[in-house]
Each structure stands twice: as structure tokens, then as C-alpha cells.
């Protein structure tokens, strides 16, 4: 007796079919499972036969093999219990096999017989609908992911023997759990409680229009993390299509299953500086998305920039041009989306007081150049704006009056991409250079050609300089990138003495 069922394994963050064949043989009791499963699918035949007890059905006592095709693809965890527990019981004569036809079932399974829910849903949810599947089975708390992919028709149950009695037609198919509505974002996490800091929120705003990288310099408690935290609260809401990618991410991190449904905002990651390598770039001997891909889509901030390792920060360069990680292994590249804006923030000086009024700072010009080099002038050229934020007087910090609220800002930026949108195309954001030279004003380009000599700025400086004065037009609805617009950009080319001895 052969029964086949079809279940779906992780790689990076898309799913990847998997071909479940079960095989009852005349002989000795023995259940053995192949196909390369690391140990929680080895493990799943204890987890496999307690929950058949658990829903009162019986397996004949017989040779049980269990083959996972294609063999050649590692699979790891425990999303093939249910598919492998399901081909048994069809193999079995329990769950007639025409049900499970153009399905795909992936789940955990307890001793209990309960359906747990796994990473990956709505990657599996689209492989179904990319392959012709037309029903997908999942735990119940993956219901309303999966229900993200329409056109599917979604069984979400909480126990096996409510699922075989569902396949055998005795009950109908329960409605999908609605999506649980997460909490609103921090009401103080508004740009109206920053005091003063001009030139940083215009720093913001270009930054947020144009999607550019940017880095805070700063004398301790200057509000560079403020600001930065803040950076997400004036970004135009993700689209659908942002969702569903934002949302595969977290899915095969498996950091959905506290809540169910589309996430509805821009990630904001902030590791700690002693992050390492594979978990800020991705990978493992089962590649996982590291925080440049947890932040896809929105915005990872490295606070206090230069304390990051130099081999962590290096890591940073190619995915920053090319907006995903490539991560090679012997068997296989894996692909992990990486299109975020990088944020950083930095003291001025190892001990951090370097220009303020006080004079407290006694850092050598040797310790400054030292501590300046912790980033290099390849991954500072890879960012668009650097900007200081200077250390408010009291006066300053008590004021009453308030700046722009989020929301207002929010609004300019939303408008800025929308107009970019209307003029460039799906490309308003990132257009060809030679599109962005066309645009330029003839007294524009004579600023940009003065100022590559007198600010030795290299070629991917010139390009980013032009991106930034672009953001800046569009932001006031010019076509045209005029002087003034150029003159600006190029400011933010000019670090302050801090960065002066990395250039």
C-alpha cells in the first residue's frame, strides 16, 4: 500500500515542494523515515504515531517507510509531521486519498493529536498557488496567513481527528480564525517631540522620500536614537505586495506566530553591537534570514555604529547595492530578499564629547582617526546623507513649541514617491543614471563638476549625490534638479571632521 502526500520544506525564505511517499509492507514492525530530515523530522515518527492514537485510529503493524522527495533537499523541523502523518492514515484505508489531491498540508504535530503552528505558511500558501495546489492545509493559528494567498481554499484546523473527519466529508470546513489586529505604533513615537534638530529632520525627510541611507553623528544624548526611531512613523504605509514580502520574512523566521495575518507597518530593526556575522547578513547549515532581511522593507539602525565589528559592518557593502543577500552553500544558493535603509549612529570620539561646549573631551587626534576608521570609506561611500546632530542648549530643550507631527510629514513624503511614481515609473525611486543626468540643469552640472575635484568625491559619491538631489526636486515637484537642489545634496557629501580622515 503506497499513498503519496504533498508537503512543503523552508530554503531562505521561499518554500519548496516536497513529495511524501508512504509505504505499508508485510514484515516486522519497523518505521523508518528518508530522505534527508535533520533530527526533528527523524523524530516526527513518535510525534506521528502518538497523535493517530491521540485521535482514536489505529495503524495496521506493518513496515512503514516514509520517503521525502526530492531527496537530495535537506529538510529541517517539523512542518512534514502532518503531511507524513496524513499519508499514513490515507495508506491506512482512515482518510480516503482522492481528498488530498492538489493539497498541500504542512503542520506540527503534539503527542495530543493538536496541530501547532510552523514558520513559512504564507511561503508554502504561495508555492500552492504557483504549482496549481487548490487547497492548502495548516494548524489553525496559521489560518489567516495562509488565507493572505487567495484563490486557495484554506483548512485550518486545531486537532487530527477533527482534519480526518473533515477529508472523510462527516463535518464541514470551519471559516478561517480572522486576522488579529495588532496593537497601534507608540503614540509617542512622534517627530513632533523632537526639540530643535533641523538639519537631522530634514536629513530625515530626504532620507525617508528618497530611501537613502543615512548616518547621525553626535555628542552623547543628542537625540540621534530619538530621531532615528522615529524615521519609520513618517514612511508612507507598505503596499499590498510590500506586506505580503515583509511578511514572508518574518513568516520563515518564524516570528509571526504570535499574531496572525499580513504584518501592516515598515520593520524597524536595531541589533545590539555584538551581533555576529551570519545573524546580521543570514545563514546557518539551515539558512535563516539575518536582520538585513528582517528589515526588508523598511529600516535597520546600528546604534553606536563604530562599536559593530569591522568583519559584521563589511558584511553590509553588497547588500546595500544590490538589495539582497546571496548566500552560497555546496548544495544550493539561497536568495534572501535585503532592501532596507540603513541608519546609523555615532559618537564624534571614543569618549563621545568631541566639539562640545563643555571641553570635557581629551581624545588624541590619533584616537579620533582611529576610531573614525572603525567604518570604512567603502561603506561610507555607500551612504547617502551624513549629518550632525548637535547637542541642544537647555533653552532649547524646554521650548514649548513643537515641530512638524509625523503625520504631516509623512503626507510630504508620500506625495514626494507618489510624484516620482507619476513622472519615472515603477523605477521613481532608483533611476538610471542617465535618466537622472537628463534631468539635470546646465548650472547644476557645473556645480557637480566643481565639486568632484574639491570634495574628491568618487564616482558611486557622484551617483548618490544626484539620487539625493533627485529626492530633494521631487520632494518640491520639479522636474529639473536645479542648483539649489544639488547644493544640498552635496552637503550632506560633507561629513565633518570626524569623517574627514576616512575619506
Known sequence: MVAVVHGATLVGVDARRVEVEIELAQ??????????GDAAVQEARFRIQAAIRAAELELPHKRVTINLAPASVRKDGAALDLPMALGLLAAAGHVPPLALEQTIAVGELALSGLLRPVRGVLSVAALAKDTGARRVIV?????????????????????????????RGERPIPPVPPAELRPPEDPLLDLAEVRGQRGPRRALEIAAAG????????????????????????????????NIEITKVWSAAGLTLGHNGLSDRRPFRAPHHTISE???????????PGEVSLAHRGVLFLDEMPEFPRRVLETLRQPLEDREVVIARARHVVKLPAHFMLVGAANPCPCGWLGHTSGRCLCSNEEVARYSARLSGALL????????????????????????????????VAASRRYAWAERGPQGLRPGMESLKRGLEPAAKKILVDSLERLRLSARSVDRSVRVARTIADLEGSKQIRPGHLAEALQFRRPGSWAQETR
Open 27 to 36: 514484515g516486522l514492525p519497523f518505521f523508518a523515515i528518508i530522505g534527508l
Open 139 to 167: 494548524p489553525r493559528g496559521n489560518g489567516a496567513e495562509a488565507a493572505c494567498v487567495e484563490g486557495l481554499e484554506i483548512v485550518a484546523l486545531e486537532h487530527l481527528g477533527e482534519l480526518v473527519e473533515v477529508l
Open 211 to 242: 530611501a537613502h541611507n543615512l548616518l547621525l553623528i553626535g555628542n552623547p544624548g543628542g537625540g540621534k536614537t530619538m530621531l532615528a526611531r522615529r524615521l519609520p512613523t513618517i514612511l508612507p504605509a507598505p503596499s499590498s505586495e510590500e
Open 278 to 288: 551570519v545573524a546580521m547578513i543570514g545563514g546557518g547549515s539551515q539558512v535563516r
Open 381 to 412: 561611500d555607500r551612504i547617502d546623507l551624513v549629518v550632525e546632530a548637535p547637542t541642544l542648549s537647555v533653552g532649547e530643550l524646554l521650548e514649548e513649541e513643537t515641530g512638524e507631527s509625523s503625520a504631516v510629514v509623512r503626507e510630504r
